[in-house]
């Protein structure tokens, strides 16, 4: 794709505007059908129900390289400058993309901002550097930074895990990167701050000490937070679960296992979840599934949005399309009272093949039009349909009578097992889940 120039400004989307709304006949591949960021649905803009933000590494960083062969899309800002100059660019790029689409946050890796230097003082060098270039962009276009993180996976000295790596130097070294990235992440305003477990796993436990392991896990998002908390950050550190890829056995499998580690190391009062569907279906749940475990706990905080591939088992990344999944998700998130600091992060990249720079307007366009349904769809399935009304009848036993006094705990174990013996065998209550599923349908339709 060509660079446009005009009065000194590069262009990097050249003949794309900003994007607008059309509506539902629209034909236009480059404009919204549903998402409409001020309508105003179950008391709130759509923009403030979704918080979208874009994902710097799949957006502006991955060309769409696999273990085949090298990548397919060649970026505008990427021809060979020096490495500080393309982060530079890279970044002009991100805040015009960011802007046409109309989307009101971005989240990114240090290593996504900035190239790694020679030693460490120059990283930081290097990412002090574009994140006072971010800040001014911020500025100007009102976007603003959902969260950062620190890209403690991709080196090859992190290739036994950062802060669950046996050895003690390369835990420093994943010290020293998300020291600067919370310094970079509270000077852009940054409303979160995620930990996702990279290479904190193991391959094979013949020779991994994993409580070990795990203890230092513990005790390094300890002295993360601390230093947060020392520099300013109020906002909510997160945790992103996933149960396997890149090592076999991820410590933070699923949203369970992470709510039970941040209750064991004391982290439960600064940290939340961030939950993300293809890290979901591996762990064998629906993201719908993993974000109710969440927010039960009290613990849920933002979200990364993408699909996986139905028929296969890795971490495919896809822009999030499937209506069911996004009617699913809004149904949970509206009961749940909504996002609030959190938001939806686009942590999904267009198949290695399409290779038009469109393709990367139309992949957001078409996960934000999905999920503006799937809103739609969910506020119409909860105040217009029978829908709660038939799920809390289903325990309604629980409501009069001696299931009262179950769940006040004043029954025990020998009067629980009296009032079986007394009553006989129970009627068959049907759980009516096609009945479910057909009234999830119906609105669909
Ligand atoms: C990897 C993944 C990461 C995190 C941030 O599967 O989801 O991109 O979201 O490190
Ligand atoms: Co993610």
Redesign the pocket.
């Known amino acids: 794709m060509s660079v446009k120039v005009v009065l000194g400004k590069k262009e990097y989307f050249p003949g794309i505007g900003k994007i607008p709304f059309e509506g539902p006949d629209s034909d236009n591949p480059l404009a919204f059908k549903y998402y409409d960021e001020n309508r105003v649905v179950a008391g709130k803009s759509m923009r403030d129900h979704f918080r979208f933000a874009v994902?710097y590494?799949h957006s502006f960083c991955g060309a769409g390289s696999d273990p085949f062969g090298p990548g397919t899309i060649t970026f505008p800002w990427d021809h060979g400058q020096e490495p500080m100059q393309m982060a530079r660019d890279k970044l002009d790029a991100a805040f015009e993309f960011i802007t046409k689409l109309g989307i009101p946050f971005y989240c990114f890796?240090d290593r996504d901002i900035a190239p790694e230097g020679g030693d460490v003082r120059e990283s930081w060098k290097n990412l002090e550097d574009i994140t006072a270039l971010a800040k001014k962009k911020q500025e100007e276009s009102g976007v603003r930074l959902l969260w950062g993180?620190a890209?403690v996976f991709g080196h090859k000295r992190y290739m036994n895990g950062a802060a669950t790596n046996p050895d003690f130097a390369v835990l420093t070294h994943a010290a020293a990167q998300v020291k600067a990235a919370l310094e970079a992440t509270v000077a852009l305003g940054g409303e979160n701050y995620?930990f996702?477990g990279?290479r904190e796993g193991y391959y094979t436990l013949l020779n991994t000490d994993m409580k070990r392991e795990q203890e230092h896990l513990g005790l390094f998002l300890q002295k993360a937070r601390d230093y947060g908390r020392k520099i300013g950050f109020k906002g909510t550190y997160l945790i992103?679960p996933?149960p396997m890829?890149p090592t076999k056995h991820q410590y933070d499998f699923d949203s369970a296992t992470v709510i039970g580690f941040l209750r064991q190391y004391g982290l439960a009062g600064d940290f939340k979840l961030?939950i993300?569907n293809?890290?979901a279906t591996l762990a064998g749940h629906t993201f719908a599934h993993d974000i109710q475990v969440a927010v039960d706990a009290g613990l849920f905080g933002s979200l990364?949005v993408n699909q996986g591939d139905p028929h296969n088992g890795w971490?495919t990344?896809e822009f999030l399309h499937n209506l069911y999944d996004a009617v699913e998700i809004m149904l949970v998130i509206l009961q749940a009272g909504g996002l609030k600091s959190g938001g939806m992060?686009f942590?999904a990249k267009r198949r290695r093949s399409s290779t038009d720079p469109e393709d990367l307007f139309i992949a957001h366009i078409s996960s934000m039009d999905t999920l503006a349904r799937g809103l739609l769809i969910a506020d119409s399935i909860l105040t217009q349909s029978p829908y709660l009304k038939m799920r809390k009848e289903r325990y309604s036993s629980y409501d009069s009578g001696k299931g009262v006094a179950f769940e006040r705990g004043e029954l025990d174990l020998e009067k629980l097992a009296d009032l079986a013996v007394k009553a006989g065998e129970p009627a068959l209550i049907s759980g009516k889940q096609e009945l479910y599923e057909s009234l999830i349908n119906r609105y669909i339709h």
Request: proline share 0%; no cysteine; glycine share 4%.
């Open positions: 994902a590494w890796h993180t890209n995620v996702w990279g992103e996933k890829e961030n993300e293809n890290h990364d971490d990344d992060n942590d």
